[in-house]
């Protein structure tokens, strides 16, 4: 601080307030030096108020140096203020003295005298910027006095700003927050306060700089995830009878995630033919949050369109994959959040092979003839011709045949199989023998005799068999009326009658005789009668040949146990003749 005049042009200065004596003549040169030492600049590690301590230090010092008997006495109004920045302040110096004396106020600001009197002087101070200490002097009776005061000056912060968040933050890990305050004083009075949306995380007080940096530590939550944090700046003095004076920062968004340690699942086949599609999918559990988490699927330096669905703290992507290109290729899932991302892969072999080739010579044949069977595939695969398999086992296997016509329309079957990649791929194709045949018109196919009540519905099947397909024409003896193939609702007796049924085709012809029955009335009577004739004369032959077998095996019976009886006899009569 330095002193640049008074009201009083050549008034010296004075001692501390309470401290007097006679002027002496080494005051001039002790006044020069304080002068000095208040002009200087502060110690570059002095805090500030630390120069106007030691300068008040000082002026005592000298107090004590420069005694005197007392008399006069100098004060200062007030002893101490606090303004705003740029405020105006007016000080009252006053002096004791019996007598005129000279007095004034030593300062660098801007000043101008508003008030005065015999013994006291109000200067009004304008445009203070900082803190400084005010010193008021006077010179009575030769004698010189001081007092001094302690100006303060206070302003709030000019900008307070948290410094940029990271894009991603892991949940449960360390993040250091700086807030920025640029100006704000007194600093002794400035703190910074770490919001959490409104919720107060921590408080620190203000250090030196400009701007002054303030670290708090936090370890972010799931639940912190998109939540504003900021810093606010306050200056208390309520203490000094002003109010709390705050500044809050522009709020920054804080991003918080969970990306698990496992890998990625993937599901993929591990052979895929050239040509096919097939689904890939990639899962993984655990994330927070899933919905910005993005999943790529990549086979070999392609990216597979896919779709990925969420689910909790699930992700789950679709593709599907086509590829042309044989050979085996990688195939990679990346699950990426936040900063990070976890992957996994495999490897997937596109490959060719064709069904196999499967010929009949001829392909249609004439019944009794010889047809070859052939299966034919790709080298290396093993094939098996109605799940017979080659001997030696190989690419190739045949039979012969002699067909008939119960051999049309077989299917004969050639199953190829294949080694990829350590799975085992099957390929199969299947051929029809045509075999040409005459009509045939049998029991299975035409029925000989059909015997229906007269209004019953019946089905009336009959068709022939042959390849070509043989034309069937049934035609009634007699009138040449048609056999009613197909549905008869009601049964009714006029299509009672004698059929003969022609099968014909290019290859030949076969003809069958068929009767159809109606029962009805008379006719049931016609019919019933003789079959229970038949039914008596039959059961009374029956009794006949029982009662004829029963007498026969009696007079067996009799005949056997006779010749037993005669035997014994002999042999008594036999063992009496002999002599002892």
């Not at 002095?46 to 106007?52: H, I, K, N, S, T």
Request: charge should be neutral.
């Amino acid at each position: 601080m330095r002193f640049r005049g008074s009201t009083a042009p050549s008034a010296p200065l004075g001692l501390p307030m309470g401290i007097k004596g006679p002027a002496k003549p080494w005051a001039p040169v002790l006044a020069a030096r304080l002068r000095r030492s208040l002009s200087a600049p502060p110690l570059p590690a002095m805090a500030p108020g630390a120069a106007p301590a030691a300068q008040l230090a000082f002026l005592a010092v000298l107090g004590t140096l420069l005694p005197g008997p007392g008399g006069a006495r100098t004060s200062i109004h007030p002893s101490k203020a606090i303004i705003p920045r740029g405020g105006s302040l007016k000080v009252n110096c006053s002096i004791s003295c019996d007598q005129k004396a000279t007095f004034g106020l030593e300062t660098e600001l801007t000043k101008k005298v508003v008030g005065h009197g015999n013994n006291w002087k109000v200067f009004e101070l304008s445009d203070v910027q900082e803190d400084i200490n005010l010193l008021c002097y006077s010179n009575c009776h030769n004698e010189q006095t001081i007092a001094t005061m302690n100006l303060t000056v206070y302003w709030i912060s000019e900008r307070v700003e948290l410094a940029p968040l990271p894009l991603w933050q892991p949940v449960g890990e360390e993040l250091n927050l700086s807030c920025l305050v640029s100006g704000g004083a007194p600093r002794d009075h400035l703190s910074v306060v770490l919001l959490r949306g409104e919720e107060e995380l921590g408080r620190q007080p203000v250090g030196k700089g400009e701007p002054a940096e303030v670290m708090f530590t936090v370890q972010p939550r799931r639940e912190d995830h998109g939540t504003n944090f900021s810093c606010r700046s306050e200056l208390d003095l309520r203490s000094q009878g002003l109010e709390l004076f705050q500044n809050t920062s522009a709020p920054r968004k804080l991003q918080t995630y969970v990306l698990p340690s496992t890998d990625p699942h993937l599901e993929a086949p591990r052979v895929v033919e050239v040509g096919s599609r097939r689904p890939v999918k990639c899962m993984l559990d655990g994330l927070f949050p899933a919905w910005d988490a993005e999943v790529y699927l990549v086979l070999g330096d392609q990216k597979l369109k896919s779709n990925t669905m969420y689910n909790g703290d699930s992700v789950l992507a679709e593709a599907w994959l086509e590829e042309n290109e044989e050979g085996t290729h990688s195939l990679k899932c990346s699950v990426n959040l936040g900063e990070k991302d976890r992957r996994t892969r495999s490897n997937v072999t596109i490959y060719s092979f064709p069904v196999p080739t499967l010929t009949l010579s001829p392909p249609e044949v004439s019944e009794w003839t010889t047809v070859t069977v052939e299966c034919v595939t790709r080298d290396g695969a093993v094939v098996t011709l109605n799940g017979v398999s080659a001997e030696p086992p190989g690419p190739r296997a045949q039979l012969k045949l002699n067909v008939s016509a119960d051999d049309h329309g077989s299917n004969f079957s050639c199953s190829a199989a294949l080694k990829i990649a350590g799975q085992v791929v099957h390929k199969n194709q299947t051929r029809e023998l045509h075999v040409l045949y005459g009509p045939r018109l049998d029991q299975r196919d035409c029925l000989g005799n059909w015997t229906w009540q007269e209004g019953s519905e019946q089905t009336l099947k009959c068709e022939a068999r042959g390849n070509p397909i043989p034309k069937l024409n049934c035609s009634r003896k007699g009138d040449g009326a048609s056999l009613p193939i197909g549905d008869l609702r009601p049964v009714k007796r006029e299509v009672a009658g004698t059929y003969l049924c022609r099968a014909t085709s290019t290859r030949g012809g076969v003809t069958r005789e068929v009767v159809l029955n109606v029962l009805h009335g008379q006719n049931i009577l016609d019919i019933v009668i003789p079959v229970v004739a038949v039914v008596l004369i039959l059961g009374a032959l029956g009794t006949a040949g029982y009662i004829y077998n029963y007498q026969r095996k009696i007079q067996i019976y009799e005949l056997q146990k006779a010749r037993k009886a005669q035997e014994e006899a002999a042999l008594k009569l036999h063992a009496q003749s002999t002599p002892p």
